[in-house]
């Protein structure tokens, strides 16, 4: 009764190809042990740009999760430049993409907001030129 479900996927930066496929397989995973609706979608959300910021912005990571009666955490760690000022990353339309990424029609500077937006705590940890870790918490009691 008091068993984790937990899981990790590989991200790898500038792997625009695979780009998605690790919260679309931790989507499917909550979808088929049922988790309500509401609570797939905010953890697609977070799951989702949190993989194409490591895609985007940093060398390689590790999306985990763990699921238990209470919570569903989401861990994404990166090797990568880190971020010199989180307050700053967390504002809406910030965004240090490059151009190129930007015509692909990435980077609008929404990702960090929405993340906060749709989780229950967050928490932002960096370390510049060596790497990120964002540690994110769905509360699944009363939500
Ligand atoms: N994993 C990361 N590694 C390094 N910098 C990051 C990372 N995630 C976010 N950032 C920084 O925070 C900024 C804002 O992130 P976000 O809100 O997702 O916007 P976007 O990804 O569209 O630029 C990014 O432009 C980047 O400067
Ligand atoms: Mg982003």
Redo the contacts with the bound molecule.
Sequence with gaps: MNRTIEGSFQLIGGDFTNAGESSMQLKQKLTEIELGKDIIKKAAVVAF??E???I???AA?WLRYYITKQELRIV?E?M????ADIE?????G????PEW?KNMG??????????KRNCDEMKVD?VVGE??T?DIIINLNNS
């Design positions: 740009e949190a194409m910021n490591v985007i912005h940093a990571g994404i990166d990568g430049p880190g971020i700053l990353a967390m504002k809406e910030y965004s240090t993409a990424v990435w980077g609008a500077g929404m990702g960090m907001a929405n993340m960096s790497g990120t964002i």
